[in-house]
């Protein structure tokens, strides 16, 4: 290996092993975290083996929420992690999959790049991902990268992957290369202990394939005894100082405090021969962090959508919440009601007792009805409500029917012949037939009408938020929709695409065509969350 040959970036590896989802991103974000705290200029990314572009094409119960970035990448949810943690924004770059690589290994085989060469998984795979993870170094933009490995060590679609670290740990040496490794110890009850053996074994499927890791991160439902540390760092070949353990913790924002209460900042900024001295700025961190877990009291809300069985596919929504919560000293309760169970007759049964109501973004007919009638609902009983993207298309849709009484409006999402198509497909969408990749995404600008909850939100005129749709507020039917209450309060400056609407008669009824639920951080919770939680708490 070469010796401590300084590069003005460094990079850190964040691999697992044993079992997946033990919050590769959590951790990752959280070492972020701390080292940005530190005074470091930090950029994080994630390597998805999987084949698929991007998860634009994936279903959400496969692979949970589809975070959307400022540039439009459509990606993994753990770069919401990210930007929530690091109050950064991702681009493109940030998200690499192997479909995106081999598509770009294979175009540059076509236009004749490779001209002669056998075109293989090493170099030239290995090659196309090095390539990405330097590139969001930006060349010394950024003092370190962090990136994240998906999947398990001893997985065939990662085995690409591990072998770039290793080629990139011998070319730039020690010192400017630090691999974590985040494992799992379960408790077997019947035993009464923890058991390492796995960890041991995954650390030497890693060694396996050339990489020995600086620092593990494991993964426990209880203590780990000194002892216990010392054995993993004989066998795993790190020093007991690096052996770290992650406890479950009642909230992930609690994770980075307990890494650094173990020393991980430190432990890598030694690896990396960077500088520890910079004390760690976490007061803010702390702070919301004694927020959530000190509330002063409750809000419940009712978050009506169709994926409602895995958390993880309203991720980001969940998060804004706990974001706009603390912000308002209180814990917000959500409480996911089925759109497909709610009928005529329960509707008042399902969403009694929820101060505020929540209709989710979403695709496709299932449970479109039940949506409605929660929006319904809401605005006929003035209980705070807010709808995002498709759940915006619902309270025009319920609102046209109901208040309008154009009985059979619809979104042509759903009825392509709808007689009062009140939602309908872009202009720009007309012509599109393939599905990856070709709604309209990422940031836009947007003109808030003063006055508007909305604008009392934000407090100013021009915003840009993130967008993944294909369908629209029809606008022909925007005068009559004014006349009877509901305004629409936020523009697209260029285009005129209606981004809000709010009935300014109701405590708090706002729908949005945009996502805000993919800009909160933790030291910037989404205004428009922060006074829905507030009209909530009444
Ligand atoms: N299905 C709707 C559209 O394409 C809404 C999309 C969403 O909620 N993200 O416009």
Same mark, same amino acid.
């Given at each position: ?17 044993? +079992?997946?989802? *033990? ?73 690499? !999959? ?5 598509? #770009? ?12 060469? =056998? /075109?293989?998984?090493?170099? %030239? ?5 090095? $390539? ?28 690409? &992957? ?15 290369? +630090? ?7 379960? &408790?077997?009850? +019947?035993?009464?202990?923890?058991? !390492?053996?796995? =960890? ?18 494991? $993964? ?46 430190? =432990? ?39 994926? /409602? ?9 969940? #998060?804004?919440?706990? %974001? ?22 329960? /509707? ?20 479109? %009805?039940?949506?409605? *009638?929660? +929006? ?6 003035? /209980? ?27 979104? !042509? ?30 940031? &836009? ?12 939100? &934000? ?64 030291? %910037? ?11 909530? *708490?009444?």
């Amino acid at each position: 290996m070469k010796s401590n040959k300084t590069t003005s970036t460094k990079y850190i590896f964040v691999t697992g092993g044993v +079992a997946s989802s *033990l919050g590769k991103g959590i951790i990752s974000a959280s070492i972020g975290k701390l080292l940005q705290s530190r005074g470091y200029k930090v950029t994080i990314q994630k390597l998805d083996p999987y084949i698929n572009i991007d998860p634009g094409t994936l279903n959400p119960y496969e692979h949970g929420e589809c975070f959307v970035t400022q540039d439009g990448a459509e990606t993994d949810l753990d770069l919401g992690h990210y930007e929530r943690f690091l109050d950064i924004p991702l681009f493109q770059a940030n998200s690499v !999959t192997t479909g995106k690589v081999y598509q #770009e290994v294979i175009s540059k085989e076509r236009r004749g790049d490779y001209l002669g060469k =056998t /075109v293989q998984v090493i170099p %030239h795979i290995t090659d196309e991902i090095k $390539r990405r993870i330097l590139l969001v170094g930006g060349r010394g933009k950024a003092d370190v990268v962090i990136t994240e490995i998906g999947g398990t060590v001893g997985d065939i679609e990662s085995l690409p &992957y591990i072998e770039v670290v290793r080629q990139l740990r011998y070319e730039m040496g020690t010192g400017n290369v +630090a691999v974590v490794h985040l494992t799992l110890v379960p &408790y077997l009850a +019947a035993a009464g202990e923890l058991k !390492t053996k796995p =960890t041991q074994h995954s650390v030497k499927m890693l060694l396996e394939e050339g990489v020995q890791p600086d620092a593990l991160v494991l $993964r426990t439902e209880r203590k780990l005894s000194d002892d216990m540390r010392r054995k993993v760092a004989l066998f795993c070949n790190v020093d007991k100082d690096s052996v770290v353990e992650s406890i479950d913790v009642s909230t992930i924002y609690e994770v980075p405090l307990r890494m650094l209460d173990q020393k991980l900042d430190i =432990t890598l900024l030694n690896k990396l021969n960077l500088s520890a001295e910079q004390k760690p700025a976490l007061d803010d961190w702390r702070k919301f962090v004694y927020s959530i877990q000190n509330p002063k009291r409750t809000v419940t809300i009712g978050l009506v959508g169709k994926y /409602v069985e895995l958390p993880d596919a309203y991720k980001s929504i969940i #998060e804004s919440f706990i %974001h706009a919560g603390a912000r308002n000293d209180c814990k917000v309760k959500v409480v996911s009601v089925h759109s497909a169970t709610v009928t005529e007759e329960n /509707v008042k049964e399902k969403l009694n007792g929820f101060q505020g109501i929540l209709v989710a973004p979403g695709f496709g007919e299932r449970g479109f %009805h039940g949506k409605v *009638l929660a +929006a319904q609902y809401a605005r006929e009983n003035n /209980v705070p409500f807010m709808g995002i993207c498709l759940g915006m298309q619902i309270a025009v849709v319920e609102f046209a029917r109901n208040v309008l009484n154009l009985c059979d409006a619809h979104s !042509t999402e759903m009825v392509h012949s709808s007689p009062h198509p009140v939602i309908d497909l872009m202009e720009k969408q007309k012509g599109i037939t393939e599905k990856g990749g070709t709604m309209r995404l990422g940031a &836009y600008p947007c003109k808030l009408e003063k006055g508007s909850k909305a604008y009392v939100a &934000y407090g100013r005129v021009e915003i840009s938020e993130r967008h993944r749709h294909r369908y629209e507020f029809n606008n022909a039917y925007l005068a009559a929709f004014e006349k009877a209450g509901m305004k629409a309060t936020g523009h697209n400056p260029e285009t005129g695409l209606v981004e809000i609407v709010e009935i300014p008669a109701h405590k708090w009824f706002v729908g949005v065509q945009f996502h805000p639920e993919y800009s909160s951080t933790v030291l %910037h919770p989404h205004p428009l969350f922060v006074d829905f939680v507030r009209a909530s *708490l009444g």
